[in-house]
């Protein structure tokens, strides 16, 4: 796919700016329903799934997507060869693929991009985009950070995060054109002498990360030990809260730009210009916020997600239901985006794990390493941190012991010594066959600290 294409989905993204909401409305369905009728001629399994619920391809014009029937993530994956509507693609050749080719810039065959997480859910998941998908994708990433105007000059975009795997937000920033910026990827488990080291030399135009990650650098240059100047700087991953925003204002004079997206949705939603909270962009997802019966609850109410991302032709999400909980609102906002506004976002707070080594000093495990843990035939797992030197993972698997669980301590060997903390905890995984959500509040928690045990 040639820059030319992606520019001129840019262009178009950016004309649906410009559109009514009832405009952007009418667009989603008219694209919904050309997705419809995309699975239920490539897909067995949504052929199948609908079938069952009595909808067939001649029922394209009038089912409307509440009237489909839901997926979540174990559903896709234990359906997944049959719901990928692209034969090239094979769940356990995937897993395989980002075992052996961790570097998140690596396309699968030379042709899809890959991505897997467990999101906060436990549950591991493979999202796979073709190179049309992709297109959109990168289109509704360049709506969000612009196109760089000094066409001659790169612009220089640091990133700040996870980046020693096939996760959403390092693939995203992968794929920025190298004919507009230039990207440098520090690891947010490197040494904090290291990242600032590499962040100083570099000087960053723009700056991307977890908003943690963002705020370490905030930290580090209010303290004197770095100094850069970037001009624009965007935070996603967990939550950019007030506290967070003041000091990254307070070291770079820059009102940095919230952002939520995912594995499965890559860019989808962005605080507009006015920073006035969160747009989701409808022109290319459909999003209904439900309760836990799955009724649509009120605009207003907090609710699960049921998430169609319009784009991907791939691996088709359609009516998935996210374990995120939001809030939408149907204030206007001054900025004249028509984009809907998420007024609230829950479920996306995870733990830093704090650990005491020997000597008294204290080291940080980032949530986001753990969310990311990898490993082929590992299903779903949790985290309790049992001491302030011990870690018990609780894992389902679905395979060989003797072949998966050595991966997995070798995965978190990898995890430890990179923040010197590999003679300090003591690491242990418990094989279970389920993993329960917490009894008092129903959901699933992924990281438990110590502290809160
Ligand atoms: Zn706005």
């Known amino acids: 796919m040639s820059i030319l294409n992606l520019l001129q989905a840019v262009r178009s993204a950016k004309k649906a700016e410009s559109l009514s909401p009832q405009q952007i409305h009418d667009l989603q369905q008219k694209r919904f329903k050309k997705l419809l009728r995309h699975v239920l001629q490539k897909s067995r399994f949504y052929k199948k799934y609908y079938k069952e619920h009595g909808i067939t391809e001649r029922d394209v014009d009038k089912v409307l997507p509440e009237d489909l029937p839901v997926i979540d993530k174990q559903i896709m994956m234990e359906n997944y060869d049959d719901l990928v509507c692209d034969p090239a693609l094979k769940k356990s050749s995937l897993e395989q693929f980002i075992n052996e080719s961790p570097d998140a810039g690596t396309k699968y065959k030379n042709v899809y991009r890959v991505i897997n997480t467990s ?10 985009y073709g190179p049309r998908d992709w297109v959109i994708a990168r289109a509704l990433s360049l709506r969000i950070a612009g196109i760089p105007i000094h066409l001659l000059k790169r ?16 693939t995203g920033v992968c794929g920025a054109p190298r ?3 230039k990207v ?24 991307v990360g977890y908003a943690s990650g963002v705020s370490l650098l905030a930290h580090e240059q209010l303290s004197g030990n770095i100094n850069i100047a970037p001009k624009k700087i965007w935070c996603g991953g967990d939550p950019l809260n007030p506290a967070i925003r003041t000091n990254i204002k307070k070291a770079f004079d820059v009102n940095p730009i919230n952002l939520y997206g995912a594995s499965e949705t890559m860019s ?62 149907d204030e206007p906002c001054q900025c004249g985006w ?67 669980v050595p991966v997995m301590h070798n995965r978190m060997s990898e995890i430890l010594s990179q923040k010197s903390l590999e003679d300090t905890v003591q690491f242990d995984i418990e094989l279970v066959d389920e993993i329960q959500n917490d009894p008092k509040t129903g959901k699933f928690r992924l990281i438990i600290p110590f502290a809160k045990q």
């Open 119 to 128: 999101g906060s859910s436990g549950t591991i998941g493979l999202f796979v």
């Open 155 to 170: 612009e220089k975009l640091a990133f700040i995060g996870a980046t020693d795997g096939h996760y959403a937000v390092i």
């Open 179 to 181: 004919i507009l910026f």
């Open 184 to 207: 440098l990827s520090l690891s947010i488990s490197s040494p904090l002498e290291k990242i600032c080291r590499d962040m100083d030399r570099f000087q960053p135009d723009a700056l």
């Open 268 to 329: 989808f939603s962005a605080e507009c210009k006015r920073h006035h909270r969160l747009h989701f962009f409808d022109d290319w997802f459909s999003v209904q916020v439900v309760d836990k019966d799955l009724k649509p609850v009120m605009t207003g109410q907090a609710g699960r997600v049921i998430l169609t991302n319009l784009y991907n032709y791939t691996q088709p999400l359609i009516r998935y239901q996210m374990n995120d909980e939001i809030v939408l609102s």
């Open 338 to 404: 028509p984009f809907q506004i998420i007024e609230k976002i829950a479920g996306r707070h995870e733990e830093f794990l704090w650990f005491t080594k020997t000597d008294g000093s204290k080291e940080f495990i980032h949530p986001i390493v753990l969310v990311e843990f990898f490993v082929p035939g590992l299903e779903k797992y949790q985290f309790f941190q049992t001491g302030t030197d011990r870690l018990l993972m609780k894992a389902v698997i679905n395979g060989e012991k003797d072949s998966i």
